[in-house]
Protein backbone atom coordinates (compact mmCIF):
# COMPACT_ATOMS: atom_id res chain seq x y z
CA UNK A 1 0.00 0.00 0.00
CA UNK A 2 1.41 3.37 -0.61
CA UNK A 3 1.08 5.97 1.84
CA UNK A 4 -1.76 8.05 0.00
CA UNK A 5 -3.82 4.49 0.96
CA UNK A 6 -3.75 2.70 -2.69
CA UNK A 7 -3.11 -0.33 -3.53
CA UNK A 8 -2.80 -2.01 -7.30
CA UNK A 9 -5.29 -4.87 -8.02
CA UNK A 10 -5.52 -7.07 -11.24
CA UNK A 11 -8.35 -9.39 -12.72
CA UNK A 12 -7.12 -12.31 -15.25
CA UNK A 13 -10.50 -13.89 -16.94
CA UNK A 14 -10.86 -15.54 -20.26
CA UNK A 15 -11.32 -12.52 -22.21
CA UNK A 16 -9.61 -9.56 -20.38
CA UNK A 17 -6.86 -8.99 -17.86
CA UNK A 18 -7.59 -5.65 -16.18
CA UNK A 19 -6.20 -3.48 -13.41
CA UNK A 20 -6.33 -0.05 -11.55
CA UNK A 21 -5.26 1.30 -8.42
CA UNK A 22 -7.29 1.25 -5.92
CA UNK A 23 -8.72 3.77 -2.96
CA UNK A 24 -8.53 1.77 -0.06
CA UNK A 25 -10.15 4.43 2.05
CA UNK A 26 -13.29 4.19 -0.37
CA UNK A 27 -13.45 1.42 -2.93
CA UNK A 28 -12.87 3.78 -5.78
CA UNK A 29 -11.07 2.90 -8.68
CA UNK A 30 -8.16 6.08 -8.98
CA UNK A 31 -8.58 6.20 -12.54
CA UNK A 32 -9.93 4.25 -15.15
CA UNK A 33 -9.15 0.28 -15.29
CA UNK A 34 -6.41 -0.48 -17.91
CA UNK A 35 -7.33 -3.48 -19.99
CA UNK A 36 -5.43 -5.87 -21.89
CA UNK A 37 -7.03 -9.10 -24.31
CA UNK A 38 -6.35 -12.13 -22.55
CA UNK A 39 -3.60 -13.69 -24.90
CA UNK A 40 -4.64 -16.92 -26.56
CA UNK A 41 -3.57 -19.54 -25.65
CA UNK A 42 -3.95 -18.09 -21.99
CA UNK A 43 -0.70 -20.06 -21.00
CA UNK A 44 1.29 -18.62 -17.86
CA UNK A 45 4.07 -17.07 -19.37
CA UNK A 46 1.18 -15.37 -22.39
CA UNK A 47 -0.78 -14.12 -19.03
CA UNK A 48 2.22 -13.18 -16.94
CA UNK A 49 3.35 -10.89 -19.92
CA UNK A 50 0.29 -9.66 -19.87
CA UNK A 51 0.17 -8.47 -16.62
CA UNK A 52 3.82 -6.56 -16.48
CA UNK A 53 2.57 -4.48 -19.42
CA UNK A 54 -0.51 -3.95 -17.88
CA UNK A 55 1.40 -2.95 -14.80
CA UNK A 56 4.16 -0.80 -17.02
CA UNK A 57 1.33 1.00 -18.80
CA UNK A 58 -0.20 2.25 -15.39
CA UNK A 59 3.35 2.80 -14.03
CA UNK A 60 2.54 1.57 -10.59
CA UNK A 61 5.79 0.00 -8.92
CA UNK A 62 4.42 -1.54 -5.43
CA UNK A 63 3.26 -4.75 -4.72
CA UNK A 64 0.23 -6.38 -6.82
CA UNK A 65 -2.74 -8.54 -5.93
CA UNK A 66 -3.85 -10.67 -8.90
CA UNK A 67 -6.82 -12.70 -8.99
CA UNK A 68 -6.93 -16.18 -10.99
CA UNK A 69 -10.34 -18.28 -12.49
CA UNK A 70 -8.68 -21.17 -10.50
CA UNK A 71 -8.56 -22.11 -7.30
CA UNK A 72 -5.46 -21.03 -5.28
CA UNK A 73 -3.23 -22.58 -2.79
CA UNK A 74 -0.17 -21.37 -1.12
CA UNK A 75 0.06 -19.58 -4.47
CA UNK A 76 -0.21 -22.29 -6.66
CA UNK A 77 -3.29 -22.70 -9.30
CA UNK A 78 -5.24 -26.30 -8.51
CA UNK A 79 -7.92 -26.05 -11.10
CA UNK A 80 -8.20 -23.36 -14.40
CA UNK A 81 -11.65 -21.77 -15.61
CA UNK A 82 -11.48 -20.02 -19.25
CA UNK A 83 -8.05 -20.13 -18.86
CA UNK A 84 -5.44 -22.78 -20.31
CA UNK A 85 -4.90 -26.14 -18.67
CA UNK A 86 -1.32 -25.11 -18.58
CA UNK A 87 -2.10 -23.04 -15.57
CA UNK A 88 -3.23 -26.41 -13.41
CA UNK A 89 -0.24 -26.73 -10.94
CA UNK A 90 1.43 -23.49 -12.02
CA UNK A 91 3.22 -22.15 -9.19
CA UNK A 92 1.12 -18.45 -10.24
CA UNK A 93 2.80 -16.14 -7.24
CA UNK A 94 6.12 -16.99 -8.48
CA UNK A 95 5.37 -16.59 -11.63
CA UNK A 96 4.00 -13.37 -11.38
CA UNK A 97 6.79 -11.90 -9.30
CA UNK A 98 9.24 -13.10 -11.96
CA UNK A 99 7.28 -11.23 -14.28
CA UNK A 100 7.28 -7.96 -12.32
CA UNK A 101 10.98 -7.75 -11.08
CA UNK A 102 10.50 -9.91 -7.99
CA UNK A 103 7.98 -7.44 -6.20
CA UNK A 104 5.54 -8.66 -3.92
CA UNK A 105 2.18 -10.27 -4.98
CA UNK A 106 -0.61 -12.18 -4.13
CA UNK A 107 -2.86 -14.32 -6.19
CA UNK A 108 -6.45 -15.78 -4.78
CA UNK A 109 -9.32 -17.13 -7.05
CA UNK A 110 -11.65 -14.40 -8.72
CA UNK A 111 -14.82 -14.94 -6.58
CA UNK A 112 -13.06 -14.32 -3.70
CA UNK A 113 -11.87 -10.94 -4.80
CA UNK A 114 -15.04 -9.88 -5.31
CA UNK A 115 -16.50 -11.31 -2.56
CA UNK A 116 -13.78 -9.11 -0.19
CA UNK A 117 -14.71 -6.13 -2.10
CA UNK A 118 -18.61 -6.67 -1.77
CA UNK A 119 -18.09 -7.26 1.61
CA UNK A 120 -16.55 -4.06 2.19
CA UNK A 121 -17.37 -1.54 0.07
CA UNK A 122 -20.29 -2.89 -1.62
CA UNK A 123 -23.56 -4.61 -1.19
CA UNK A 124 -23.02 -6.47 2.16
CA UNK A 125 -21.38 -3.74 4.00
CA UNK A 126 -24.15 -3.32 6.31
CA UNK A 127 -24.40 -7.06 7.00
CA UNK A 128 -22.46 -8.54 10.17
CA UNK A 129 -21.48 -12.32 10.45
CA UNK A 130 -21.55 -14.67 7.36
CA UNK A 131 -21.96 -13.07 3.83
CA UNK A 132 -22.27 -15.44 0.93
CA UNK A 133 -21.34 -14.31 -2.48
CA UNK A 134 -22.61 -16.20 -5.97
CA UNK A 135 -21.26 -15.09 -9.29
CA UNK A 136 -23.63 -16.61 -11.78
CA UNK A 137 -22.02 -16.51 -15.19
CA UNK A 138 -20.58 -19.69 -17.30
CA UNK A 139 -21.05 -21.59 -14.03
CA UNK A 140 -21.39 -20.32 -10.36
CA UNK A 141 -18.45 -19.20 -8.32
CA UNK A 142 -18.90 -18.48 -4.92
CA UNK A 143 -17.07 -16.81 -1.89
CA UNK A 144 -17.67 -16.96 1.75
CA UNK A 145 -16.98 -14.40 4.43
CA UNK A 146 -17.02 -14.45 8.54
CA UNK A 147 -17.15 -10.89 9.69
CA UNK A 148 -14.64 -9.73 6.79
CA UNK A 149 -12.59 -12.67 7.26
CA UNK A 150 -12.15 -14.45 3.90
CA UNK A 151 -12.53 -18.67 3.93
CA UNK A 152 -11.01 -19.17 0.36
CA UNK A 153 -11.54 -21.30 -2.20
CA UNK A 154 -15.33 -22.27 -2.11
CA UNK A 155 -16.40 -24.21 -4.55
CA UNK A 156 -20.18 -24.15 -3.83
CA UNK A 157 -21.55 -24.23 -7.51
CA UNK A 158 -19.98 -27.54 -7.45
CA UNK A 159 -22.45 -28.56 -4.13
CA UNK A 160 -24.94 -31.37 -5.98
CA UNK A 161 -28.58 -31.18 -5.43
CA UNK A 162 -30.64 -34.64 -6.58
CA UNK A 163 -27.71 -35.24 -8.60
CA UNK A 164 -26.54 -32.48 -10.48
CA UNK A 165 -24.02 -29.84 -9.59
CA UNK A 166 -25.78 -26.48 -8.55
CA UNK A 167 -24.23 -24.92 -11.86
CA UNK A 168 -25.21 -27.21 -14.22
CA UNK A 169 -28.65 -26.26 -12.84
CA UNK A 170 -28.94 -22.36 -12.08
CA UNK A 171 -25.54 -20.47 -13.73
CA UNK A 172 -26.73 -17.91 -15.99
CA UNK A 173 -25.16 -20.06 -19.15
CA UNK A 174 -27.85 -22.55 -18.65
CA UNK A 175 -30.84 -19.92 -18.77
CA UNK A 176 -29.25 -18.85 -22.05
CA UNK A 177 -28.65 -22.42 -23.55
CA UNK A 178 -32.34 -23.52 -22.58
CA UNK A 179 -34.34 -20.51 -23.34
CA UNK A 180 -35.70 -20.18 -19.93
CA UNK A 181 -37.47 -17.24 -18.75
CA UNK A 182 -36.26 -15.25 -15.97
CA UNK A 183 -39.55 -16.86 -13.78
CA UNK A 184 -38.06 -20.62 -14.97
CA UNK A 185 -34.17 -19.44 -14.09
CA UNK A 186 -35.37 -18.19 -10.86
CA UNK A 187 -37.19 -21.05 -9.70
CA UNK A 188 -33.75 -23.13 -10.14
CA UNK A 189 -31.63 -20.34 -8.54
CA UNK A 190 -34.00 -20.85 -5.47
CA UNK A 191 -33.45 -24.44 -5.30
CA UNK A 192 -29.63 -23.83 -4.93
CA UNK A 193 -30.41 -21.01 -2.49
CA UNK A 194 -32.50 -22.98 -0.25
CA UNK A 195 -30.10 -25.84 -0.47
CA UNK A 196 -27.14 -23.64 0.25
CA UNK A 197 -28.66 -21.68 2.51
CA UNK A 198 -29.55 -24.80 4.58
CA UNK A 199 -26.31 -25.80 4.65
CA UNK A 200 -24.39 -22.04 6.19
CA UNK A 201 -27.27 -20.02 7.02
CA UNK A 202 -25.48 -16.91 5.88
CA UNK A 203 -26.68 -13.53 6.70
CA UNK A 204 -27.30 -12.41 3.17
CA UNK A 205 -26.73 -13.28 -0.42
CA UNK A 206 -24.79 -11.16 -2.65
CA UNK A 207 -25.44 -12.12 -6.75
CA UNK A 208 -22.74 -11.22 -9.04
CA UNK A 209 -22.80 -11.40 -12.65
CA UNK A 210 -23.97 -10.02 -15.53
CA UNK A 211 -27.23 -11.03 -14.93
CA UNK A 212 -27.33 -9.11 -11.87
CA UNK A 213 -27.63 -6.04 -14.22
CA UNK A 214 -31.24 -7.32 -14.92
CA UNK A 215 -31.40 -8.14 -11.05
CA UNK A 216 -35.03 -6.59 -10.77
CA UNK A 217 -36.28 -9.12 -13.02
CA UNK A 218 -35.56 -12.36 -11.35
CA UNK A 219 -34.23 -11.24 -7.73
CA UNK A 220 -38.38 -10.27 -6.39
CA UNK A 221 -38.97 -14.05 -8.03
CA UNK A 222 -36.90 -16.15 -5.43
CA UNK A 223 -38.28 -18.41 -2.86
CA UNK A 224 -35.54 -18.75 -0.46
CA UNK A 225 -35.25 -17.02 3.02
CA UNK A 226 -32.27 -15.29 2.75
CA UNK A 227 -32.09 -11.42 1.96
CA UNK A 228 -30.53 -11.47 -1.55
CA UNK A 229 -28.87 -8.09 -2.73
CA UNK A 230 -27.01 -8.13 -6.07
CA UNK A 231 -23.48 -7.13 -6.21
CA UNK A 232 -22.64 -3.31 -6.39
CA UNK A 233 -19.51 -2.87 -7.96
CA UNK A 234 -19.38 -4.73 -10.80
CA UNK A 235 -16.51 -4.76 -13.14
CA UNK A 236 -14.25 -3.40 -10.80
CA UNK A 237 -14.91 -6.04 -7.96
CA UNK A 238 -12.21 -8.16 -9.09
CA UNK A 239 -9.75 -5.53 -9.10
CA UNK A 240 -10.99 -3.71 -5.84
CA UNK A 241 -10.63 -7.35 -3.78
CA UNK A 242 -7.06 -7.66 -5.06
CA UNK A 243 -6.22 -4.55 -4.34
CA UNK A 244 -7.56 -5.71 -0.32
CA UNK A 245 -5.84 -8.77 -0.99
CA UNK A 246 -2.08 -7.26 -1.20
CA UNK A 247 -2.91 -4.43 0.97
CA UNK A 248 -4.03 -6.93 3.87
CA UNK A 249 -1.52 -9.97 3.17
CA UNK A 250 -4.27 -12.62 2.09
CA UNK A 251 -1.71 -15.31 0.78
CA UNK A 252 -4.53 -18.61 -0.13
Known amino acids: MSARGHAFGIDIGGSGVKGAVVDLATGDLVHKRIKIATPQPSTPNAVAGAVAELVATAKWHGPV ?3 LPAVVLSG ?10 SW ?8 FS ?5 RDVTVLNDADAAGLAEDRYGAAKAFAGLVMMLTFGTGIGSALLYHGTLVPNTELGHVEIDGMKCEHRAAASIKEREGMSYEQWAAEVSTVLIELENLFWPNVIVAGGGISRDADQWIPLLT ?6 PAH ?9 AAMAINGGITP
Open 98 to 102: AALGG
Open 76 to 85: LARTAANIDN
Open 88 to 95: IGTDARAM
Open 224 to 229: NRTTVL
Open 65 to 67: GIT
Open 233 to 241: LKNAAGIVG
